[in-house]
Every structure is written in C-alpha cells, then in structure tokens.
C-alpha cells in the first residue's frame, strides 16, 4: 500500500541554521509533491509545489528538493527564526484531481 | 478573499448521537475536500465535491457519514450515529479548478465523542 514517512519526532534547531526535514514514500509514483505549515488549532497552509521532473524549487528561504529515483523530498528552511517552528507536512498527488495524500508531519522547534 | 470556514469549531456529543460539520469554502472554488485527522494519525482523505457531484468518496469510512454540497457551495458532512472512535479533527479544504492546485483548508472542527 501506498505510505508516505516523515520523521514524526520533533527537531530542534537553533535559530539562524537550517532546518532539513525529509519525506520518504513507498509504492507512489505522485506527479506532484507538495509541503505545507500547520500550527497548533490551525489548518495547514500550503507552501511550496514542485513536479516530478523537477529537481529543485526555492522560495525566499525554502527550498524543495524531488528525487523519484530515491523516494525522497528534502525541505530545507535557511537562516530559520522561532517564527518557523510549527509541523511541517509532505503532501503528494498524482496527475488530475486527484485525492491528495498527507504525511504524518514533522513537528520543527526553532531555539532562540 | 475570505478563507476557508468550518462551523462548530468544537463539538462534544455523546456515543449514539448525531453531529453535522459545516464548511463553507472560497467563493469560486469548484473543488471541496473533506479530510479528518485521528489523534496521532496524518490527515487521511475523505471525499472530494466537484461543484455538487461527489468526486470520489473512497476515504469514507462507513455507511453512518453522509457528506452533502447542496448548489455546489457550502457543504455539511453528518456523523450518525457518532461513535467513539469518530473523534478526531475534521478540515475542510478547497481549491480552483486547475489540476495540482493547492488546498486551502479551513481551520477544522474538533469532534469529541464520549
């Protein structure tokens, strides 16, 4: 069955490093990957898309990486502040209207 | 624009009883998506409106949930009779019309069975 991974242990950085979250998937060949921001009582609010025959997307101090060989999406936050810290969610959907599929989360703490 | 609405924002109702989530997502948004997280579990899909027609419903879980979009706007998701295991977290989210569009959930409804 299809399975989505994400480290659903919290990370803890500290302010002003970047943060590198990872998304695994098995048994998926999604046409399209996406990362979203949920903060506690909030629902989550899209970020970033990127494409399968994309390798690479930024957006101010995001970044996105895709590698359909490995399974693999990356989600890096340059230079991050206490404001990024919330859960961050990998999201992958095939080609059309299709249901889109979430991961778990990964909780991020930025330390002052 | 406003965003994404969901009414209640908390319901607590006893085992048995009937509970209807409202959303009401952004105006011109054809696509509605129901979706509900169990606590510790991601947010698992529950069924897709286009418009009024019912898209695809293959995240329903049993014959007690019935989720309507009267005239293709707002749209009530009933839960009768609630179960425990019903509680959990219900979004809402829409998107236009264009393939990969990104969701834009509301903040969700919290629905504790007892």
């Known amino acids: 069955s299809q399975k989505i991974e994400q480290n659903s242990e919290a990370l803890n950085i500290q302010e002003g490093k970047t943060a590198t979250l990872t998304c695994n998937y098995t048994?998926?060949?999604?046409?399209?990957l996406q990362w979203y921001r949920q903060d506690p009582g909030r629902g989550p609010v899209f970020l970033l898309l990127?494409?399968?025959?994309?390798k690479e997307k930024r957006k101010e101090r995001l970044k996105v990486t895709f590698d359909t060989t490995l399974k693999q999406s990356l989600f890096h936050i340059t230079a991050s502040q206490p404001a990024d810290s919330a859960t961050y969610l990998c999201?992958?959907?095939?080609?059309?209207?299709?249901?889109?599929?979430f991961g778990i989360g990964t909780k991020l703490q930025v330390i002052p | 624009e406003a965003g994404v609405t969901q009414f209640p924002s908390h319901s607590v109702i006893e085992k048995g009883q009937t509970v209807t989530l409202r959303c009401d997502p952004i105006?011109?948004?054809?696509?509605l998506y129901w979706y509900r997280r169990v606590m510790g579990k991601e947010i698992k899909f529950l069924l897709h409106?286009?418009?009024?027609?019912?898209?695809?419903e293959s995240g329903m879980p049993n014959n007690r949930f019935l989720a309507e979009r009267t005239g293709g706007t707002y749209s009530t998701l009933k839960v009768q009779p609630a179960e425990l295991e019903d509680s959990g977290v219900y979004f809402c989210?829409?998107?236009?019309?264009?393939?990969?569009?990104?969701?834009?959930f509301g903040n969700g409804t919290r629905l504790t069975v007892t």
């Open positions: 989210a829409s998107s236009a019309g264009r393939e990969h569009s990104p969701l834009h």
């Open positions: 048994n998926y060949s999604p046409a399209y």
């Open positions: 990127i494409r399968e025959n994309e």
């Open positions: 999201a992958l959907l095939s080609g059309g209207y299709q249901k889109v599929t």
């Open positions: 105006s011109g948004h054809d696509n």
């Open positions: 409106f286009v418009k009024e027609s019912k898209q695809d």
